[in-house]
Antibody
Framework: QVQLVESGGGVVQPGGSLRLSCAAS????????MQWVRQAPGKGLEWVAFIRPDGSNTYYADSVKGRFTISRDSSKNTLYLQMNSLRAEDTAVYYC?????????????WGQGTLVTVSS | QSALTQPASVSGSPGQSITISCTGT?????????VSWYQQHPGKAPKVMIYEVRKRPSGVSNRFSGSKSGNTASLTISGLQAEDEADYYC??????????FGTGTKVTVL
């Protein structure tokens, strides 16, 4: 069965960096686009970043562009989110999600999320 | 990349039908038939309920249905059940490999 397991969250000071990981299993990782979506405490979902199946192209929300980098390692079936220059407003649960299929624009599997807290 | 607009809350009695609206613009909801809906119970990850405006993934109850008119998409839950109490989010493709979520709607079963 499909599983997505995030890790790497924690407490970091403003201006600091953190790298999140999402270990994927149960599907052919290299065949699917992958996403990061975040949810601030008590708030709604916010799309963060997308990476194509082969990792050739990446896309970002304006709120994180230039500070966050999404990447993937198909040899390890793992998705990453490198977060630099972190701000208080980046505090959120970060979810990785799998695209439903080739040419699909919905997300059918999500991880359980990892909490990132940016605070001094 | 402004969030799509949803009502903050919708409620209904068991067995009733409710509809949640999701209003975007001609740059997202209005131009793409790529709206999806997600159900999220407290402390849990979102679950896709509808994709491509009106398609239901395998395993999702046919009590859930989707539609779209102009810049507004809608999710209807018929035969409301206690287990439907959750937060619901719409999401639209917004072009150039970007997406935008709605503000979220809390559904309460009275």
């Amino acid at each position: 069965q499909v599983q997505l397991v995030e890790s790497g969250g924690g407490v970091v000071q403003p201006g600091g960096s953190l790298r999140l990981s999402c270990a994927a299993s149960g599907f052919t990782f290299s065949s699917y686009g992958m996403q990061w979506v975040r949810q601030a405490p008590g708030k709604g979902l916010e799309w963060v970043a997308f990476i194509r199946p082969d990792g050739s192209n990446t896309y970002y929300a304006d709120s994180v562009k230039g500070r966050f980098t999404i990447s993937r390692d198909s040899s390890k079936n793992t998705l990453y989110l490198q977060m630099n220059s972190l701000r208080a407003e980046d505090t959120a649960v970060y979810y990785c999600a799998k695209n439903m299929g080739s040419g699909s624009y919905a997300f059918d599997y999500w991880g359980q999320g990892t909490l990132v807290t940016v605070s001094s | 990349q402004s969030a799509l607009t949803q009502p903050a809350s919708v409620s209904g009695s068991p067995g009733q039908s409710i509809t949640i609206s999701c209003t975007g613009t001609s740059s997202d909801v209005g131009i793409y038939n790529l709206v999806s809906w997600y159900q999220q119970h407290p402390g849990k990850a979102p679950k896709v309920m509808i994709y491509e405006v009106r398609k239901r993934p395998s395993g999702v109850s046919n009590r859930f249905s989707g539609s779209k008119s102009g810049n507004t998409a809608s999710l209807t839950i018929s035969g409301l059940q206690a287990e439907d109490e959750a937060d619901y989010y719409c999401c639209s493709y917004a072009g150039s490999s970007t997406w935008v979520f709605g503000t979220g709607t809390k559904v309460t079963v009275l």
